[in-house]
């Protein structure tokens, strides 16, 4: 069974620039979360879908951020325009059900770097 | 209202046990414990449900208190594979959910 797709599994790019990261999910699952990983901020959720509806986008930082989710099989993270402290790892992750529920399954990550 | 985790880091001989704990300050009721290995994701061990309920998993087992909103991860007989950082995740009663502030466990021969 395929897992958690993410790309670009690396992105390096200067700031100012718009970044993009995608997200397939398992096929079934009808939640689907975006986290930040950093060493000083751990592991943070930045927004959660439950049926490509968001519910809960309270972790987004800014408005440079946003998320979509247009169907069941792909979501977006987007960050426009892009600074170094947006450096982290994002993962994807889903499950299914809703939040807290149901195990999640993550994503192998995608590492950015914001020069 | 992230959990907090105790200890923030442990270093055992292969064979010791350990135990990993998590404590939220909001009422919860489902508790969620993952392993994440240096340069991967985290990977789902397992998930209680129910108040005082036991799971387990290999030689992995962990307990849920719920009235005290408090988990603990027990490793018995460490193997070096059970090196990385534990996290709890909490699903608390206001429907939102939380990562802890991670665990990192180093088994040594």
């Known amino acids: 069974d395929a897992g958690v797709i993410q790309s670009p599994r690396h992105e390096v790019t200067e700031m100012g620039q718009e970044v993009t990261l995608r997200c397939k999910p398992i096929?079934?699952?009808?939640?689907l979360f975006w986290y930040r990983q950093t060493m000083m901020r751990g592991l943070e959720l930045l927004i959660y879908?439950?049926?490509?509806?968001?519910?809960?986008d309270s972790g987004m930082p800014e408005d440079r951020f946003s998320a979509k989710m247009p169907n069941a099989s792909f979501s977006t993270l987007k960050i426009q325009p892009s600074e170094p402290r947006d450096s982290a790892v994002y993962f994807c992750?889903?499950?299914?059900?809703?939040?807290?529920?149901?195990?999640?399954?993550f994503g192998d990550g995608t590492r950015l770097s914001i020069l | 209202q992230q959990p907090v985790q105790s200890p923030q880091a442990v270093i055992l001989r292969e064979g010791e046990d350990a135990v990993i704990n998590c404590s939220s300050s909001?009422?919860?009721?489902?508790v969620h414990w993952y392993r994440q290995k240096h340069g991967e994701a985290p990977v789902f061990l397992m998930i209680?449900?129910?108040?005082?309920e036991q799971k387990g998993h290999e030689k992995i087992s962990a307990s849920f208190n719920e009235k005290k909103q408090q988990s603990s991860l027990y490793l018995t007989a460490s193997q070096l594979s059970y090196s990385g950082t534990y996290f709890c995740?909490?699903?608390?009663?206001?429907?939102?959910?939380?990562f802890g502030t991670g665990t990192s466990l180093t088994v040594i021969p």
């Open positions: 992750a889903s499950s299914f059900g809703v939040r807290g529920n149901q195990p999640q399954h």
């Open positions: 096929s079934g699952h009808n939640s």
């Open positions: 879908f439950n049926n490509n509806v968001p519910i809960d």
């Open positions: 909001k009422a919860l009721y489902s």
């Open positions: 209680l449900l129910k108040g005082g």
């Open positions: 995740g909490t699903a608390n009663t206001g429907n939102q959910f939380y």
